[in-house]
T-cell receptor, first 113, second 113 residues
Framework: AQSVTQPDIHITVSEGASLELRCNYSYGATPYLFWYVQSPGQGLQLLLK??????LVQGIKGFEAEFKRSQSSFNLRKPSVHWSDAAEYFCAVGAYNNNDMRFGAGTRLTVKP | KAGVTQTPRYLIKTRGQQVTLSCSPI?????VSWYQQTPGQGLQFLFEYFSETQRNKGNFPGRFSGRQFSNSRSEMNVSTLELGDSALYLC????????????FGPGTRLLVL
């Protein structure tokens, strides 16, 4: 079965600074990769996804992610963080034939003024 | 288009009771999946329903069950509640199975006393 590792439990960045959240996956076939964001007490909002094609994908709120097959990674980036980006971010990998999606443990982002 | 809705949003039960949670998918979506989110275990896949049939099940005891109706709405049931069942239960819908984007509802927060 597929699995995801998010090495950073908590990251603090200053407002206006750049951000990179790390994600490594394990899956024997072509991975279907997602980044979701969760604000406290809320559900998950899709930021972006990668199914195939261009390895640099653009998402909502100015986020982008790059798929690197050789490194089994799908890191999330944003050039300039806003205070409203403070939340928990989850990387997930889906399967090609079912909806059993596996999530990483999440990275909590704190934004300093 | 309306998003995924879940009812109730909050629930308090006592040990030994049972509970039923409801999920209405996005219009046109035929697949519904359920996830449990806890601080200790993170996001874990419970089960997936498509065309009124359970297609996939995570590693949870038989006390956790679900069903899907002809209009794609889904319910999950937990019998003989335990303290450890306290969690945020998230429902996600997608058009079909595999290689699909899952859209999440706001969740039902269950507290077992």
């Amino acid at each position: 079965a597929q699995s995801v590792t998010q090495p950073d439990i908590h990251i603090t960045v200053s407002e206006g600074a750049s951000l990179e959240l790390r994600c490594n996956y394990s899956y024997g076939a072509t991975p279907y990769l997602f980044w979701y964001v969760q604000s406290p007490g809320q559900g998950l909002q899709l930021l972006l996804k990668y199914f195939s094609g261009d390895t640099l994908v653009q998402g909502i709120k100015g986020f982008e992610a790059e798929f690197k097959r050789s490194q089994s990674s799908f890191n999330l980036r944003k050039p300039s963080v806003h205070w409203s980006d403070a939340a928990e971010y989850f990387c997930a990998v889906g399967a090609y034939n079912n909806n059993d999606m596996r999530f990483g443990a999440g990275t909590r982002l704190t934004v300093k003024p | 288009k309306a998003g995924v809705t879940q009812t109730p949003r909050y629930l308090i039960k006592t040990r030994g009771q049972q509970v039923t949670l409801s999920c209405s998918p996005i219009s046109g979506h035929r697949s519904v999946s359920w996830y449990q989110q806890t601080p200790g275990q993170g996001l874990q896949f419970l089960f997936e329903y498509f065309s009124e049939t359970q297609r996939n099940k995570g590693n949870f005891p038989g006390r956790f069950s679900g069903r899907q109706f002809s209009n794609s709405r889904s319910e999950m049931n937990v019998s003989t509640l335990e303290l450890g069942d306290s969690a945020l239960y998230l429902c996600a819908s997608s058009r079909s199975r595999g290689q699909e984007t899952q859209y999440f509802g706001p969740g039902t927060r269950l507290l077992v006393l």
